[in-house]
């Protein structure tokens, strides 16, 4: 009788454990991953888009949110491709080779150029928050979609602002030579020129440049009332600073590029009156963009915010409901149920991509910055 209760505690540790560890091998491990850049001058950004994936899988984990019937662990695996069109195509085969589901990023669309090739190829579905260039979606790879109206929409939209409210007659256009600043550009002069404005100069730069003394010296010379420029904060702040140091007041316009508040921070007070041009409407003027908002700085702090964060929590999010209308969490399996989504996002209450993995109904808000701050002054639909 000594070893009768011995052996009942034995049986019922077993009896207990077992469907414990059932239930954990049950549980299957989902891996979204994230490639922006994390390090040099773009880092800003880049982890306000890591700020947004990791909200929304921290959600997905709140709500038990489950695929074929079984328990998830959502998880994100980040990784640096520092901006830089090498690094990314590096990126992009780490996260397929370790069996990422899927794919949130990349930021610039120099970087998404090459690394969307690997995507395709290995099929998966890669959503990026960001990336402007239309040619990206025109190269026809099933795996693609953007989650941000295109750069046809923005260099457009900030010329015809530049003409109908403005009333510029005279520009000059910078562009860094990367695929989104001198496609955004090409756009805007395309435009412009279609308007009855006149180009006056078209400079060149590099998306490393720090020193912008000749061209600001031959753009003064032409006395432009804009200066529309192709490329991102990192230039684009320190290139007006130069431009005030030598008395220039023409008004400084970019795309989504310059629309962080990290420009301001670089820039300081020579930044306002810029005008730029971003993907989507403001956060304020959404159905669950306040709330969403308020979620975020409590998480990271009210400085941490700067603009595709949104974005990229719509993206993970569509991912993961293409995998739960899908019952599974393999890249060919649940492709077309991303295709054929219908999201309510923050970012846009009806989510839905074209057959080139646009979004069907964009819209473009363009911004002034006042003291410092970026203002909201028109929100247009993109026809």
Not at 192 to 210: F, H, I, N, Q
Not at 277 to 302: I, M, N, S, T, V
Not at 356 to 362: H, Q, Y
Request: proline share 5%; charged share 20%; glycine share 10%.
């Amino acid at each position: 009788m000594r070893n009768a209760f011995p052996f009942a505690l034995l049986s019922l540790v077993l009896s207990t454990a077992v469907p414990a560890v059932a239930a954990q091998a049950a549980e299957q491990r989902v891996v979204i991953g994230v490639a922006v850049p994390l390090s040099g001058p773009l880092a800003a950004s880049g982890q306000d888009a890591v700020n947004g994936v990791h909200m929304a899988l921290q959600q997905l984990n709140a709500e038990h949110a489950r695929i074929g019937g079984r328990a998830v662990d959502w998880t994100m695996d980040a990784e640096d491709d520092q901006g830089l069109p090498d690094q990314a195509t590096l990126v992009a085969q780490k996260l397929v080779d370790e069996g990422a589901s899927g794919v949130i990023g990349h930021q610039t669309s120099g970087c998404t150029f090459p690394a969307a090739r690997i995507y395709a190829a290995a099929g998966v579905p890669q959503i990026t928050p960001s990336s402007t260039a239309p040619k990206i979606a025109e190269q026809g790879y099933k795996t693609f979609f953007r989650m941000i109206a295109n750069d046809n929409a923005l260099g457009a939209g900030l010329a015809e602002y530049a003409h109908a409210t403005l009333h510029v007659r005279r520009v000059a256009v910078v562009d860094d030579r990367t695929a989104y600043g001198q496609g955004l550009a090409d756009v805007f002069v395309a435009t412009a020129k279609k308007l009855g404005m006149d180009v006056v100069d078209r400079e060149y730069t590099d998306d490393k440049a720090t020193d912008f003394s000749a061209i600001v010296t031959r753009i003064k010379a032409v006395r432009p009332q804009v200066v529309f420029y192709g490329g991102m904060y990192s230039q684009a702040a320190p290139m007006l600073r130069q431009m005030r140091r030598i008395g220039m007041t023409a008004r400084l316009l970019g795309g989504d590029g310059i629309c962080a508040p990290v420009m301001a921070k670089l820039a300081g007070g020579a930044v306002d009156g810029t005008l730029c041009a971003q993907g989507g409407a403001p956060l304020d003027e959404l159905p669950k963009g306040k709330a969403w908002k308020a979620r975020y700085d409590a998480e990271f702090g009210a400085g941490a915010f700067q603009l595709y964060s949104p974005n990229a929590y719509d993206a993970t999010m569509v991912l993961a409901h293409a995998m739960m209308k899908a019952g599974s969490s393999d890249p060919k399996v649940y492709l077309p149920y991303v295709r054929h989504i219908d999201y309510d996002g923050v970012t846009d209450p009806d989510i839905r991509f074209t057959a080139t993995g646009e979004l069907v109904d964009p819209s473009i808000t363009l911004s002034k910055f006042e003291h410092g701050t970026k203002v909201p002054v028109a929100v247009e639909r993109v026809e």
